[in-house]
Every structure is written in C-alpha cells, then in structure tokens.
C-alpha cells in the first residue's frame, strides 16, 4: 500500500478546502483520513495550504474516520468505494504497524487510568498491576476494545509485558473483553483506561464531578498521532509533504495544545493542573508493540473471548451426601460453586446441566436443563434462573453409585457431535470421585475417549473433585485425551477462584480444530 497505491474509502463528511481556479474535470483530490479529534487541526491547516498547491487543480479533501476502519480495508478484510485517501492519521502508530508502515508523530497524549476525584486512598488504583487485579476479580471498569481502539491494543501489551502468570494474565482478558461493552458508563464514577487529554475534557467542561489521571512510575503507553502517506504519486506525494509541514507548524502546535495534547516532545499545555486531575511532567514511556506482538496480542483476546459453551455434569451419587466440612455435603458445596460459577459468565454463554448416578437398567445420567444462552428465555424464566433454581434444589439419590466413566464419554459425544466453531468447547465435571464397581473402567473409558477425540472439534474437560477420596491421579488420566484440568474445592470461598482458573485454562489453550 505504502507502494504507491492510494487507498479507497466509502463516501463521508469530508470538509472539503477552496476549490482550486480549475474545471471540474481537471480537479484531483488528495484525500486525508484523520481521527475525529485531530480534524479541527487538520483541516484548517489543509485550508491554509491550499493556495500554495501546484499544480493549482490539486485539491485538499479532509475527512474524519475511524482508524479500524482503514485497518480493515488495508488488511482487505473490507471493500468500501470512491473516496480516495492519499494521507492517514490515526491515533497511534500502532495501527501502522500492523500493516509495516511507519509515519511522523504530530501530536501526543499518554494512556492513564483515570478514576473519580476523591476516591478514598486505599481505594485508589495506582499501578497496572492493581488495575490487572482489580478487573480479573470482576471489578467494575471502562475499558478499549482492541480491534476498535489502539488503548486497547496497548493495553493488551502491557497485561502481556506486566501478567508473568499465564492464567492470572488470561483471566484479566478474558475481563477485559467484559468491559469493552461498559463504554456508556459515565466517567463520574467508573475506573477507566483512556488518553490523558480525555481526563483533561472532561474536567474542563461544566458540570459532573472531577476524575483524576494515575501514571504509573513503571511506565504508559503512548497514543503518538502519526501522519502517514500512503500514495507514491509525485504530485500527491508533494501535496502530503507540504500539508505535513504545516502539521509541524507554530499554528498547529498551538490548536493541539488548546485541545489537550502534548506536543511531540510531551510538552504538555500550559492548562495541566492537579486542579484539573492531569499533571505536566512526562510520564516514563512503554515500548510499543510491533506488528508481531500486536498480532500475537489479538489472536489471544480472539481466542479467550470467542465464546464458551459449557456443559456442566453434576454428581448426584449417594456418596455426594456425605460431609466433608462440618454441616456441608460434597453436594452441597459443588452447587454452591456451580451457583458461583454462574455469576461469572456473561449473558451470551451457552451453559446446560446434566446429574448423573448409576443405576441398574437405566441410563445413569439425566439432563436438566437444555444447553444454550444463559440469557435465553424458558418457558416464564431465563435459563440462568432455571439452572440456578436446580443447584438450589438438587438432591443426592442415596440408592444409586456412581457412573462418572459413562457421564463423562456421554457428556464428551453430546459436546462433539454438537460442536460450535465459533466458542471454546467446555465439559464441566462436579464430582467427589467416588464410583461404583461396576460399568466402564477408567482404562475402557480413555481409549475410548482416545479413538473419538477430534482435532477438528475439540472440546476441553474440567473436573473439579471434592472431598478426600478424589482421586486427582485417576481423574487427571481421564481428562487427558481432552487436554483436560482436574482441580479440588475445599471451601465455597475457593468458587470463584477455581473456576477463574478452571474456565481460563482451557481458553488459553490454542483450538486446534
């Protein structure tokens, strides 16, 4: 692209500078896609060069668009037409690296983490870490998206740079795809990753309370606003390098500086006051990911949060009714994880339940609850409240052993034969271990599970055992032809941290299929 070749973008609101003294078909624009908040700047420096283009039908079009926008048609995931654009300014030279372009940074405004003024000092988060932690244990926050926004691609980096735990750094992605949809939450009261010159703003118009920006000493990302040329044309070429040097100019610099950017220096506007939550001294500056590591970055955030699909096995077995706490059944501690479990999951994961116990004659396991959207409605209720419901109600049947080897291979073929692509395919497993002597072995089981198994539609195992008869060496066996994880749950405060763990471990892995 950067070869030659200018890049075509559907038709927009472009501010379009004087018309040169020429026919209307002797007129060639030199398009100049910019973010929304350089367009001020820009166009009114593209009004100021224009009487000096030659040849004089060169004409100047300025037009507002979203750098993923450009990405998309540049990776040719997108084909719009007509409006040509020689010129790009995105926000971030990140989204040039993706395509190995590289541009002229004309502006400045560092990633911060902005909370609302006053927070109490213990509650106040300061560092990335705290942010990491906070919103891998649920807490709320307004975070970028990755794929729409180059804050969310360095922050991205950063989790990878700062997270050494891989399950602990695949919890906060999997989080921070939560929070992506939070963006109509009001910065009054909402933690929030965004360009310091946001904080600034927002404190600078009247009314809502004040927030204040956090730097963390270990260093920020950098939103750098490059100007790129993506035409080889000579006369375009020329247009773009005399409308860039204006873009450097005295005038320019100051516009941006009245808008609450830095300059490319990190100069910071002489408006810069704790008063108004920002804070003049340049902050330390992290590395910028390279096209690779960007690459790398988003096929992990696909990956984690594409979507789970969860089929929950429960043991109902008569040993389930024995204490392994005082006054807690294993039963009852497993539907208190499992009740934990759903608070964790959004509204668009499919969940089913099945119980399972062995009986002679009879099949040894019985489904619940149908697998599908939690948010979906059953009947008068959502299937969120109808599994919940369950676990509130769900019995040990005292006559009946268990048949775990036949709900596991049973479980493993439903996920299978109704795989979906597009999720992370997940059997669920909450027993205390213990069967019966009769039906499969663990041996006749695995080979089993062994000849079914298909790279083309995987589905991962998760066993979580319960008690002091789990057999964690048997269970990890079981679950191996499946990559699978055999975890114990000792105390119903462990829940949510189990399952954290559990669920993050099987979407860190690469599907294979």
């Not at 367009?39 to 004089?56: D, I």
């Amino acid at each position: 692209m950067a070869g030659g070749v200018a890049l075509l973008l559907a038709p927009a609101l472009f501010a379009i500078t004087r018309t040169p003294p020429c026919s209307t078909d002797e007129v060639q624009d030199v398009g100049v896609s910019v973010v929304a908040e350089l367009l001020p700047a820009v166009t009114a420096a593209a009004e100021r060069v224009q009487p000096t283009l030659e040849p004089r039908c060169l004409r100047l079009r300025v037009g507002e668009r979203r750098p993923d926008e450009i990405s998309r048609i540049l990776s040719g995931e997108a084909l719009t037409d007509v409006e040509r654009t020689d010129v790009w300014i995105p926000d971030s030279s990140t989204w040039l690296a993706r395509h190995g372009l590289s541009g002229l940074s004309l502006a400045r405004s560092p990633l911060v983490i902005s909370q609302p003024a006053g927070t109490a000092k213990a509650d106040r988060i300061r560092t990335w870490k705290e942010l990491f932690d906070h919103v891998a244990e649920g807490g709320k926050a307004r975070l970028p998206d990755p794929f729409r926004e180059a804050a969310g691609t360095e922050l991205l980096a950063a989790a990878r740079t700062m997270i050494a735990d891989p399950t602990r750094r695949t919890a906060f992605v999997r989080e921070m795809g939560r929070r992506t949809a939070e963006t109509s939450a009001s910065l009054d009261d909402t933690l929030a990753v965004l360009p310091e010159r946001m904080v600034w703003k927002h404190n600078t118009e009247a009314g809502g309370r004040k927030i204040r920006a956090a730097y963390p000493a270990f260093g920020v990302p950098m939103l750098d606003y490059p100007l790129a040329v993506l035409n080889g044309d000579p006369r375009r070429r020329a247009a773009a390098e005399l409308l860039r040097a204006e873009l450097e100019g005295e005038p320019t610099r100051r516009a941006l500086l009245a808008e609450g950017f830095r300059t490319p220096e990190s100069h910071a506007p002489s408006t810069f006051t704790a008063d108004l939550g920002v804070f003049p001294s340049p902050p330390r500056v992290l590395a910028a990911p390279g096209e690779r590591e960007i690459t790398a970055d988003l096929a992990v955030w696909t990956r984690v949060n594409r979507g789970l699909r969860m089929l929950v096995l429960l043991d109902v077995s008569r040993s389930m009714g024995s204490e392994v706490r005082p006054g807690r059944t294993g039963l009852s501690l497993l539907a208190d994880f499992a009740r934990a479990g759903l608070e964790l999951l959004p509204d668009d994961t499919d969940v089913g339940m099945w119980t399972f116990a062995g009986s002679a004659g009879q099949r040894p396991w019985e489904q619940l609850v149908p697998t599908g959207p939690l948010d979906e409605q059953l009947g008068e209720t959502t299937r969120r409240a109808q599994l919940k419901q369950r676990y509130d109600r769900v019995k040990p049947l005292p006559r009946r052993g268990s048949a775990l080897y036949e709900a596991f291979l049973a479980g493993f073929r439903d996920l299978s034969g109704t795989y979906r692509p597009d999720r992370t395919n997940v059997l669920l497993i909450l027993t205390d271990g213990v069967r019966g002597s009769s039906g499969l072995s663990l041996a006749e089981t695995v080979r089993r599970l062994s000849a079914e198994v298909s790279p083309q539609r995987p589905v991962r195992a998760i066993v979580v055992g319960v008690g002091d008869r789990v057999d964690v060496t048997g269970l990890r066996s079981l679950v191996a032809p499946l990559d699978g994880m055999v975890f114990t749950a000792d105390e119903p405060s462990d829940a949510r941290r189990h399952l954290i763990e559990a669920i993050t471990s099987a979407l860190r892995q690469e599907p294979t299929g």
